[in-house]
T-cell receptor, first 116, second 112 residues
Framework: AQSVAQPEDQVNVAEGNPLTVKCTYS??????LFWYVQYPNRGLQFLLK??????LVKGSYGFEAEFNKSQTSFHLKKPSALVSDSALYFC??????????????FGRGTSLIVHP | DADVTQTPRNRITKTGKRIMLECSQT?????MYWYRQDPGLGLRLIYY???????NKGEISDGYSVSRQAQAKFSLSLESAIPNQTALYFC???????????FGQGTRLTVV
């Protein structure tokens, strides 16, 4: 079975500093990896994805993520955090089909708090 | 208009009542999902459907049922609501490839 781990419930960073939100995964075969963001009282919004190719993926709002196959990680990064980046972040994986299906599995979420 | 619309947005219901949460989408996707979000537990899959005739249980389907009335509509029912079903419920859609999922704004359900 596929799984996603987000080891930090909360990440605190000062505005202007770089941020990292960690994600590790377990899946059979090649993974398809995603990051989503959830603002208060809103649904999840897609940020970026890794399917194949370059290990560094760039997405919305200046976010990027680095795929590391040997460490089975897909950490979310941003060079300079903004207060408006404060939100809940979810990592997700879609692995090889089990019975022919790609079902997205989500991590528990990491709350990012950016302090002014 | 939103691509994925959930109704109602908020609902308070009593224990033992039947309740239906509705989801409609304009993305034209075949795949639709219902997730439940609880603090600290992330999103857990309740049911998913790959087309109108294909409905599958997720990891936490007990106490829930679904109906795929059309490609664009996927409803979640709680036959007899209980307090531990109090949660935020999300509907999502995706296509058959490697694309991301698109989420509705969620339904906040409280069972008292």
């Amino acid at each position: 079975a596929q799984s996603v781990a987000q080891p930090e419930d909360q990440v605190n960073v000062a505005e202007g500093n770089p941020l990292t939100v960690k994600c590790t995964y377990s899946v059979s075969g090649n993974p398809y990896l995603f990051w989503y963001v959830q603002y208060p009282n809103r649904g999840l919004q897609f940020l970026l994805k890794y399917i194949t190719g370059d290990n560094l993926v760039k997405g919305s709002y200046g976010f990027e993520a680095e795929f590391n196959k040997s460490q089975t990680s897909f950490h979310l990064k941003k060079p300079s955090a903004l207060v408006s980046d404060s939100a809940l972040y979810f990592c997700a994986v879609r692995g090889l089909p089990s019975g022919g299906s790609y079902i997205p599995t989500f991590g528990r979420g990491t709350s990012l708090i950016v302090h002014p | 208009d939103a691509d994925v619309t959930q109704t109602p947005r908020n609902r308070i219901t009593k224990t033992g009542k039947r309740i239906m949460l509705e989801c409609s989408q304009t993305k034209g996707h075949d795949r639709m999902y219902w997730y439940r979000q609880d603090p600290g537990l992330g999103l857990r899959l309740i049911y998913y459907s790959f087309d109108v005739k294909d409905i599958n249980k997720g990891e936490i389907s007990d106490g829930y049922s679904v109906s795929r009335q059309a490609q664009a509509k996927f409803s979640l029912s709680l036959e007899s609501a209980i307090p531990n079903q109090t949660a935020l419920y999300f509907c999502a859609t995706s296509d058959q490839g490697y694309s991301e999922a698109f989420f509705g704004q969620g339904t906040r359900l409280t069972v008292v």
